[in-house]
């Protein structure tokens, strides 16, 4: 599935919500079900810098494409941070370097966010963006999980 078709899913599946405060409970409600990082993982060189709650991203490529777990402190952010995971998961590195598209935005998910928590989920896209560049720069062999 391409990023277009995830941003017209996202939005089919959150619009229906008209209530901001309600779509944001529903992304965070939906990231209470996800797995959290072991204690391995949630490392000082996983830690997502820009994030005033503490973000841990993993990033790793199979069968080219990009996959990512993550995990947060606050619920809110772990809400926010999984919709952006799984939004860019599954996708070729390349696409994902390539594209400008913001899921957040595009559902108007942050305008009622703080500086803040605005400033600490562009810090986790461009940590995404970043991952993706490197896998897409990697040879196959050489990719690991980080």
Not at 94 to 110: F, G, H, K, M, Q
Request: with cysteine; net charge neutral; aromatic share 4%.
């Amino acid at each position: 599935m391409t990023l277009a078709e995830k941003q017209q899913k996202l939005r089919d599946e959150l619009t229906v919500i008209d209530d901001p405060h309600e779509r944001l409970a529903a992304v965070v409600n939906r990231a209470r079900q996800v797995v959290p990082l072991h204690a391995g993982e949630r490392t000082d060189a996983n830690r997502v810098r820009g994030c005033v709650s503490a973000v841990w991203l993993v990033g790793e490529a199979r069968d080219g494409r990009c996959h990512f777990r993550y995990d947060a402190d606050g619920p809110l952010v772990k809400g926010l941070v999984a919709l952006l995971c799984d939004f860019f998961s599954d996708v070729p590195p390349a696409e994902i370097v390539a594209t400008e598209t913001d899921p957040l935005a595009a559902l108007d998910l942050v305008k009622n966010l703080s500086p803040t928590r605005r400033n600490g989920l562009t810090a986790v896209h461009a940590r995404i963006k970043e991952i993706a560049q490197l896998f897409q720069n990697t040879p196959p062999a050489e990719k690991t999980p980080r």
